[in-house]
């Protein structure tokens, strides 16, 4: 639940401290409900904020507009390879995550 509203709020307005200060703010009083109230838990519950507010950079984000001038590409050239690119750093740090909660039990 964290990386997905941190996910989305990112995807929408942009900015990857937004949507984390945002998304934590949203999450917080959640945590219990999901079980995640522990130590363990609100560790796991920081790693999916932190994750999914760095998914999916797109033309609203200031490092999607730096890293598609670093490689010199072009913004439709710089969205399918740094847009396509978080999203799937997005997606792995997700699945890196469902792995160490199910390790944590």
Not at 5 to 33: D, F, H, N, R, Y
Not at 43 to 63: E, K, M, P, Q, R
């Amino acid at each position: 639940m964290p990386f997905v509203v941190a996910a989305v709020t990112k995807t929408l307005q942009g900015s990857s401290l937004v949507a984390a200060i945002t998304a934590a703010g949203m999450t917080v009083p959640l945590l219990e409900p999901l079980g995640l109230a522990d130590d363990g838990g609100r560790a796991l519950a920081v790693l999916a904020l932190g994750a999914g507010a760095t998914t999916v950079s797109h033309v609203n984000d200031g490092f999607f507009w730096v890293a598609a001038a670093t490689a010199r590409q072009r913004p439709l050239a710089g969205f399918l390879s740094v847009s396509l690119g978080t999203l799937a750093q997005g997606v792995a740090a997700l699945a890196a995550l469902l792995a160490l909660a199910r390790a944590l039990g």
